[in-house]
């Protein structure tokens, strides 16, 4: 008995594919008939060559189906030869194609972004992601296309703060690929994790599923041409931000503290991380968040509640300048939990200070543009 194509379908029947819960045949993934080439003289193979199609290079069955179908093809088709007085030998090979274009190689990604921004913050609880949210948004006001990445996978913020948790993105197909359509709010486009996973469940994932779905965030979006693309990064230095050093050439950074002495101490090891010597990330300069305490009924007053000028002082230690000092007023807090950014307000003190803020930004990154070298991805070890 001789192989023919049929049987190799057959084969090929048997396997299921897990991305479809369906043998590959049933899921469309086998590309025209199978090719079967008989020995031309003794000694030489079958050789057997298939073509199956994924959704994506990416596809995390794509290695376990590929093995089992030619594991199915080998028992059939030694079935088949049994016959045969000698045992020939078999060559079997699995071609991949894919639906969606493979995705771009490090050092190609976001082709039409001309700006990236790290907002970092050596602790938590400083208002990082309030300042991130809010410096997105003056941006946008200024005539900036703007886009923002909630980079913080256990604890994804962006969501609320923009009042959009209830969106969901979808997938748009750009020149072959299958991307994921940031959700656009206040003229800004964001994406965050917080979107794909339920708000009350915790995310119990390992370092390397976190980074994964960091990259697919940065790599598998449709971002599209953006003046500044602005990384809500998440507290202290991490699996994460390394990532993101290894994935995309940041132009600069920006560090956010309060004025107390134990979160200065902990944004010197943030500054500390982007001026390693294989990082060279550029500081930008420091933003002093809950700078002073002024209540409502009470505007000309100041009550320095976590110390005074701490940022403005660390600013000049490290020769980075101090972009701006933001008071603390119960308004931000209640502008953000209610998903009203104080940015979309520039006739308050608040708007007001993040609209210079964003000024401040832009100065200083077309400064860094026309003085320093573009900055380089850092090289994986």
């Given at each position: 008995?001789?192989?023919?194509?049929?049987?190799?379908?057959?084969?090929?029947?048997?396997?299921?594919?897990?991305?479809?819960?369906?043998?590959?045949?049933?899921?469309?993934?086998?590309?025209?008939?199978?090719?079967?080439?008989?020995?031309?003289?003794?000694?030489?193979?079958?050789?057997?060559?298939?073509?199956?199609?994924?959704?994506?290079?990416?596809?995390?069955?794509?290695?376990?189906?590929?093995?089992?179908?030619?594991?199915?093809?080998?028992?059939?088709?030694?079935?088949?030869?049994?016959?045969?007085?000698?045992?020939?030998?078999?060559?079997?090979?699995?071609?991949?194609?894919?639906?969606?274009?493979p995705?771009p190689?490090?050092?190609k990604?976001?082709?039409?972004?001309?700006?990236?921004?790290?907002?970092?913050?050596?602790?938590?609880?400083?208002?990082?992601?309030?300042?991130?949210?809010?410096?997105?948004?003056a941006?946008?006001?200024?005539?900036?296309?703007?886009?923002?990445?909630?980079?913080?996978?256990?604890?994804?913020?962006?969501?609320?703060?923009?009042?959009v948790?209830?969106?969901?993105?979808?997938?748009?197909?750009?020149?072959?690929?299958?991307l994921?359509?940031?959700?656009?709010a206040?003229?800004?486009?964001m994406?965050?994790?917080?979107?794909?996973?339920?708000?009350?469940?915790?995310?119990?994932?390992?370092?390397?599923?976190?980074?994964?779905?960091?990259?697919?965030?940065?790599?598998?979006?449709?971002?599209?041409?953006?003046?500044?693309f602005?990384?809500?990064?998440?507290?202290?230095?991490s699996?994460?931000?390394?990532?993101?050093?290894?994935?995309?050439?940041?132009?600069?950074?920006?560090?956010?503290?309060?004025?107390?002495?134990?979160?200065?101490?902990?944004?010197?090891?943030?500054?500390?991380?982007?001026?390693?010597?294989?990082?060279?990330?550029?500081?930008?300069?420091?933003?002093?968040?809950?700078?002073?305490?002024?209540?409502?009924?009470?505007?000309?007053?100041?009550?320095?509640?976590?110390?005074?000028?701490?940022?403005?002082?660390?600013?000049?230690?490290?020769?980075?300048?101090?972009?701006?000092q933001?008071?603390?007023?119960?308004?931000?807090c209640?502008?953000?939990?209610?998903?009203?950014?104080?940015?979309?307000n520039?006739?308050?003190?608040?708007?007001?200070?993040?609209?210079?803020?964003?000024?401040?930004?832009?100065?200083?990154?077309?400064?860094?543009?026309?003085?320093?070298?573009?900055t380089?991805?850092?090289?994986?070890?």
């Amino acid at each position: 008995m001789a192989l023919y194509p049929q049987l190799i379908m057959d084969a090929l029947a048997t396997v299921t594919y897990a991305g479809t819960k369906k043998n590959l045949i049933d899921s469309g993934m086998v590309v025209d008939q199978p090719a079967v080439a008989a020995p031309q003289q003794d000694g030489e193979p079958w050789r057997v060559t298939v073509v199956l199609e994924f959704p994506r290079d990416t596809d995390p069955f794509l290695k376990s189906t590929v093995k089992a179908a030619e594991a199915a093809i080998r028992y059939h088709c030694k079935s088949a030869l049994d016959g045969f007085p000698v045992e020939p030998p078999l060559e079997v090979t699995i071609q991949t194609e894919y639906k969606s274009k493979p995705r771009p190689e490090v050092g190609k990604l976001l082709p039409q972004v001309k700006n990236i921004i790290a907002v970092s913050s050596g602790k938590g609880g400083v208002g990082k992601s309030t300042v991130a949210a809010n410096l997105a948004i003056a941006l946008a006001r200024l005539g900036y296309k703007v886009g923002l990445l909630d980079c913080d996978i256990f604890g994804p913020s962006m969501p609320k703060m923009f009042h959009v948790e209830d969106e969901r993105p979808y997938a748009v197909n750009v020149e072959g690929r299958d991307l994921i359509c940031p959700i656009e709010a206040y003229g800004v486009k964001m994406l965050s994790i917080g979107f794909f996973v339920s708000p009350d469940t915790a995310t119990l994932w390992r370092g390397g599923m976190a980074t994964n779905a960091l990259k697919q965030l940065i790599a598998d979006a449709d971002w599209g041409e953006l003046d500044y693309f602005i990384l809500d990064t998440p507290p202290g230095t991490s699996d994460i931000h390394l990532t993101l050093l290894q994935t995309l050439a940041i132009t600069g950074a920006v560090i956010v503290s309060t004025p107390q002495q134990v979160a200065l101490a902990d944004a010197r090891k943030g500054i500390d991380m982007y001026r390693n010597e294989k990082v060279n990330v550029p500081i930008l300069g420091l933003i002093e968040n809950m700078a002073w305490f002024t209540p409502a009924e009470l505007p000309e007053n100041r009550y320095y509640i976590f110390g005074r000028e701490g940022c403005k002082r660390l600013a000049e230690e490290m020769g980075v300048p101090l972009l701006a000092q933001i008071p603390l007023v119960q308004s931000i807090c209640e502008s953000g939990d209610a998903g009203e950014p104080a940015a979309m307000n520039s006739d308050t003190a608040t708007g007001l200070a993040f609209i210079n803020l964003a000024q401040a930004v832009v100065t200083v990154v077309n400064r860094r543009n026309r003085d320093l070298p573009k900055t380089h991805i850092v090289g994986v070890k």
